[in-house]
């Protein structure tokens, strides 16, 4: 059974930053591709960035330039850094397991990051 749990949203001003993490047990990390995702107040939940196995990246274009996914494989750990941050970044964050159907409805509790104005 897959654990996901994400850590290290806060409340942030406009143009800082935060790093958020997600710890995954329960599967083979080290050849699973992983994502992030958020959903906003009355928004769906939208994607964010992925990483696969081997490092490749994929960011929605509002995040592009912005936001760097990574990974720690020994430590079964995924990253997102979030830089210059808005108020359009506010949103409860989540981690996924990418490219499985058995993982495709399987999310973690999040971690809310509020960005203010």
């Known amino acids: 059974q897959v654990r996901l749990v994400e850590s290290g949203g806060g409340l942030v001003q406009a143009g800082g930053s935060l790093r958020l993490s997600c710890s995954v047990s329960?599967?083979?990390?080290?050849?699973?591709?992983m994502g992030w995702y958020r959903q906003a107040p009355a928004k769906q939940r939208e994607f964010v960035a992925s990483i696969t196995r081997h490092g490749t990246t994929n960011y929605t274009d509002s995040v592009s330039g912005r936001f760097t996914v990574s990974r720690n494989n020994p430590w079964t750990t995924l990253f997102l850094l979030m830089n210059n941050l808005t108020p359009d970044d506010t949103a409860v964050y989540y981690c996924?397991?990418?490219?499985?159907?058995?993982?495709?409805?399987?999310w973690g509790r999040g971690t809310q990051v509020t960005v203010s104005s």
């Open positions: 996924h397991v990418e490219g499985s159907s058995r993982y495709r409805d399987h």
């Open positions: 329960g599967i083979n990390f080290k050849i699973a591709d």
